[in-house]
């Protein structure tokens, strides 16, 4: 067991990844506060509380919301010993931009709209990953017009 002169973090600094974890999963899953605490019956403002990392989440509570979120509870705990460039990239994947997304996307009940959406965007990352990923001589020659 690590004592705290050698644990990178504090107890409370902890509570406050794992909030900011609850609070961005429930966010992409498309639930609001109330749902949440709803669904685990406890209020709104007591989700509001765990997520600002003011109340602590017990072990029990935290296995209820990963089950509620569809996720392991390792989840809320992974990569807590991360560079810091790692933590800034899975920060920048939750982005008010992606999460209005995500929130967007749920809103829309045609399931057939919403694969098509789905698959342009796979569609449209996997063109950029593939563009990246050629020497830039290569890159020139597919961005010019075709004669």
Partial sequence: MHDKENSEFTASEVDTIVGERIRR???LSGLTQDQLGEALGVSYQQIQKYETG???????RLYLLAERLDISPGWFFEG???????IDDELATSSRFAIDCVRNLTKI???KVRAAIQTMVRTLAESDETESAQPAPFRAM??????
């Fill in 25 to 27: 999963r429930r966010i």
């Fill in 54 to 60: 003011a109340n602590r989440v017990s072990a029990g």
């Fill in 80 to 86: 807590l010993h991360d560079t810091e460039d790692q």
């Fill in 109 to 111: 009940k045609d399931e």
């Fill in 142 to 147: 597919r961005a010019e017009p075709p004669h």
